[in-house]
Every structure is written in C-alpha cells, then in structure tokens.
C-alpha cells in the first residue's frame, strides 16, 4: 500500500439549457412539422434542420424536444418503426404547446427579434404560437411584469447602421430560407457590384448570416457537371443581388460546417492575414478604460503589458479585418499601433492621407 488516495471523478454538471433556446428549437421544430403536412420527420432529419440553423444538438435533445411535444401538443404523433419519426395532424384551433410565462416571454422575444429570419410561410404557421404566447402573458396574472419586460427590451448594434438594400423580388428570402431548411440545391441569377448584368448561379445553401440589415446566404458554388467549385469552399451570396430563384434536389449538408464559425472567422469581411495577429496596442486611459478592468476584451487572450495615469499598453491576438482596423480609426488619437509594425505603418498611412484630404491636398490617385 502507497497510503495515497485515489480521488473519484466528480461528476460535473451539465450546463442547463436557456429557455429561450429552447423555446425557440420548439417552436422551429412545431412549425417544421406543421409544414411537413403530416410527412414523418425522423431525429437525423431534425437535426440537420436544427444544424442549417446553427443549432448543435444531439439524438437525445431533439428525442426530448420532440416528446416535450407529444406531451403538450395532441397533434403531434410519434411511431415506433426504425428510425421513429414524428408527424403532426391538425386538431383544432385549441391545439397549442403548453408554455410556462418564461417559455412564453422567449417566444414572444423570437417573434420580436427573430422574425425577419423566417421565410413567409412559417410565420403563417407560427401566428398561432405567438398569439398563444401573447394570450398567456395576458391572461397569466403572475406574469404582468413579464409582458411589461417586453416593452423594456430592445437590440441596439453598435455603429452606423446603414438603410439596408431591398431584394429584388420578395419571394427570394422565402425560397432562399426553404432551400436551406430542406438542404436543397438553389439555382439564381446573381448580379455582382456595378454589374446589371446577372448570371446564372448554383449553389448549395448552408447558413444565412444578417450583417448590418444585410443578409447572405452562404455556400459553396456548383459546377455545371455538378461538382463544386473552388474546392467546395463556401462563400457568401449577397441576397439583393439575387433574382428568379428555383429551389432544385437534395444535397448532403456538410457536417463539420458551422456558420458561427464561419461567421466570426473573417469570412464576412476583408481579411489583410489569414492567420491571428499579436497586435500591441497603447491607449489612452479615457480610450481604454472599458478594456482596463476586463469590463470587456478585444480578445479572449488580451493582456495589460504597461499601465500609467495616462495611458495603458495591452497585446491581444485577432484577425487582422476592416472591422478591426475601423475599430482602431474609430478610437483616433486614443489608440496607437504599436506592432505588429505592417499594421502601424498601414493605420498611420490612412491617418495621413485623411488629414491630406480634410487639409485639401490632393490625394494619391484623386483629382
């Protein structure tokens, strides 16, 4: 005997899942069936639905989330066969998912700030879901404070919001949303920038992204032999620029894809490095005081190198894109680049040339 101690593995947790995710998975995966018009959805089908919409979930979740329905919706059915699969049959009006006042807050904050997301056709089967959400913060007295929170909610982006561009035709959004939702291939006509020109376009839909009041669809382009081009890699299709949709067959939607991922890696901007950059910054404390306490980080990794009464130096890893440089130009005397010295002497030369601009020299290339 050693005399030393084996210690027993803690079990650790799971992290309990929000309400309004959940909510929202429900209520995605109520109108999927609603629109299903009684054709049986099976688990894996859920989830690649779930997934195009960037939600992660396993075989068990969405077992759960579908017997949470059969529970408290009689019009939705289940069978036994292998795979199970799920159908809905319409009762009546009074056939609704029972919904706790926090359940009902979240779907009333979906229909608020989510709604824009889904095609016309959901809505439709949605409009009962939200009233009946509505009805029971109305109805529920303990949950007065709750339909008062609605009111005292809003999203606010930070920046200049741009008045967004219009599509085309308003049937693209919906036919758009339908490819992704079904994992279909999408055939349009696509104009590029200073381009009236479209031309016809295939690709495989694989997540949207809003940017700005902006949205883009994202996926890979396919050849006229049916292969995909540029080594299948995904790119993003400025919906506005889209026009005369056909929703066409099936494809495998890519497992590993996750738009998040794809989102927040540049893709959706001009990216000066592929890879993260050790950027050392000094800012003055007024500019810097958000980041000084670790209120809020530039990056998961940021660190204070040197701190004074005036001014404070921190490094941090990032993507070197246009919104982190605006980021930088947005700060103006507070900030200087200290290295990465390509960045410095980049930010320096904008500096330059708009102060040439503002003191009515000519600019290189203009005039």
């Known amino acids: ?59 068990r979740t969405v077992q759960r989330y ?22 809905y049959e319409a009762n009546s009006n009074e056939d609704m998912l029972f919904l706790s006042r926090e359940s009902a807050l979240a779907v009333c904050l979906v229909q608020a700030h989510l709604r824009h997301l889904l095609p016309s056709a959901e809505l439709r089967h949605l409009k009962p879901i939200f009233e009946h959400a509505a009805g029971v913060l109305d109805k529920n007295p303990s949950a007065t404070s709750y339909k008062k929170l609605l009111k005292r909610i809003s ?6 919001r741009l008045v ?6 308003g049937r693209i959004f919906d036919d758009v949303m339908n490819a992704l939702i079904s994992a279909k291939r999408l055939k349009f006509d696509y104009s590029k920038p200073k381009d009236n020109t479209p031309s016809e376009r295939i690709i495989e839909p694989i997540g949207v992204v809003e940017r700005s009041g902006a949205y ?37 939607y890519p497992k590993l894809f996750k738009i998040e991922e794809h989102a ?32 809020f980080k530039i990056s998961a990794d940021q660190k204070i190198i040197k701190e004074s009464e005036n001014f404070l130096e921190l490094e941090c890893s990032v993507l070197d894109t246009d919104e982190f440089r605006w980021w930088i130009l947005e700060k103006g005397a507070g900030c200087e680049v200290l290295s990465p010295k390509y960045l410095r ?7 330059r040339e708009a102060l040439q601009m503002y003191e009515g020299k000519t600019l290189k290339g203009v005039g």
């Not at 967004?164 to 035709?169: I, R, S, V």
């Not at 669809?217 to 026009?243: F, K």
């Open 164 to 169: 967004p561009p219009n599509f085309k035709d």
């Open 264 to 295: 927040h890696n540049g893709h959706l901007s001009r990216t000066y490095k592929r890879e993260p950059q050790k950027v050392r910054l000094r800012l003055t404390t007024e500019a810097g005081a958000h980041l000084k306490d670790g209120e």
């Open 345 to 351: 002497d980049e930010i320096h030369q904008s500096l």
């Open 66 to 87: 579908m017997s949470t329905l059969a529970d408290h919706c009689s019009g939705v059915m289940k069978d036994e066969e292998s795979p199970p699969g799920y159908w």
């Open 1 to 59: 005997m050693t005399g030393e101690k084996t210690e027993k593995k803690k079990n650790t947790p799971k992290p309990r899942e929000d309400s309004f995710g959940v909510a929202l998975r429900l209520v995605y995966l109520l109108s999927l069936l609603q629109q299903r018009q009684g054709r049986k959805l099976t688990v894996r089908e859920a989830i690649n639905a779930l997934g195009a919409q960037g939600h992660e979930v396993s075989d």
């Open 216 to 252: 883009y669809v994202v996926g890979p382009e396919v050849g006229t032999s049916g292969d995909l081009l540029h080594n299948g890699e995904a790119r993003n299709w400025a919906m506005h620029r889209i026009q005369k949709t056909e929703i066409l067959s099936e494809f495998g």
């Open 155 to 160: 999203i606010f982006p930070r920046g200049w």
